[in-house]
């Protein structure tokens, strides 16, 4: 399996760090012509506005939601979930492309400022630990459409959700030593991956596995 990540700004390299550290294959997408061959890809946390600004007239986002739409498995983490958000709660992105195909409507910076950036607990679906989440300037997930699965809350809010094999975060699971997230999405489209290597992460004693909670999807959107 080989998995892109979006490339254009933010914190993709430590995404590709994640992806190295569990064994996949992976490449930096910047041009239409990077998506050739990928079996899914991520994109990353970072400037949503930088994002949208940077892609455009270069072709990348009308290819790319092509691809999402005819199947290709994606998650969004934080600004990435902005761009793949059906809906917004303001036009501050109007007039740029983006790409949709999840069926929720996000509020954009709702958690704060940068200096309001916080580290959370997040409850996972069929885990019993938390997963410690870092939220920088996040957007919250203020409405879900029909379809559309939570796979992680914090204070009751659902911070990390699928539709298909269409996954979207509000956090950074990129940031810190738990690949759980990563994980999840990546067995949930039937990826082998090495499991508990993540920096000095040591495997958790008696916690259910997450990936269960993310059985590979019926069918690709």
């Given at each position: 399996?080989?998995?892109?990540?979006?490339?254009?700004?933010?914190?993709?390299?430590?995404?590709?760090?994640?992806?190295?550290?569990?064994?996949?294959?992976?490449?930096?997408?910047?041009?239409?012509?990077?998506?050739?061959?990928?079996?899914?890809?991520?994109?990353?946390?970072?400037?949503?506005?930088?994002?949208?600004?940077?892609?455009?007239?270069?072709?990348?986002?009308?290819?790319?939601?092509?691809?999402?739409?005819?199947?290709?498995?994606?998650?969004?983490?934080?600004?990435?979930?902005?761009?793949?958000?059906?809906?917004?709660?303001?036009?501050?992105?109007?007039?740029?492309?983006?790409?949709?195909?999840?069926?929720?409507?996000?509020?954009?910076?709702?958690?704060?400022?940068?200096?309001?950036?916080?580290?959370?607990?997040?409850?996972?679906?069929?885990?019993?630990?938390?997963?410690?989440?870092?939220?920088?300037?996040?957007?919250?997930?203020?409405?879900?459409?029909?379809?559309?699965?939570?796979?992680?809350?914090?204070?009751?809010?659902?911070?990390?959700?699928?539709?298909?094999?269409?996954?979207?975060?509000?956090?950074?699971?990129?940031?810190?030593?738990?690949?759980?997230?990563?994980?999840?999405?990546?067995?949930?489209?039937?990826?082998?991956?090495?499991?508990g290597i993540v920096a000095s992460r040591?495997?958790?004693?008696?916690?259910?596995?997450?990936?269960?909670?993310?059985?590979?999807?019926?069918?690709?959107?």
């Amino acid at each position: 399996m080989i998995v892109g990540v979006l490339g254009l700004q933010g914190a993709f390299r430590e995404h590709l760090t994640v992806l190295g550290s569990l064994g996949l294959a992976s490449r930096t997408v910047t041009r239409p012509e990077h998506l050739d061959g990928l079996d899914s890809i991520i994109l990353p946390g970072g400037e949503s506005s930088a994002m949208v600004r940077i892609a455009a007239g270069t072709g990348l986002f009308p290819a790319l939601r092509a691809r999402i739409h005819t199947g290709l498995p994606v998650f969004g983490t934080c600004a990435g979930l902005i761009l793949l958000a059906d809906r917004l709660t303001d036009d501050s992105l109007e007039g740029f492309d983006r790409l949709g195909g999840l069926d929720v409507t996000v509020s954009r910076n709702a958690y704060g400022r940068q200096r309001e950036s916080f580290c959370a607990p997040v409850a996972m679906t069929g885990d019993d630990a938390d997963f410690p989440a870092t939220f920088i300037r996040a957007p919250q997930i203020v409405g879900l459409g029909e379809g559309v699965e939570v796979l992680g809350t914090h204070a009751g809010t659902p911070v990390l959700v699928r539709q298909g094999t269409v996954w979207g975060a509000s956090f950074h699971p990129e940031l810190g030593t738990d690949a759980r997230v990563h994980e999840g999405f990546l067995h949930s489209l039937g990826a082998s991956v090495q499991r508990g290597i993540v920096a000095s992460r040591a495997p958790r004693r008696g916690a259910s596995d997450f990936r269960r909670a993310a059985p590979a999807a019926d069918s690709h959107r």
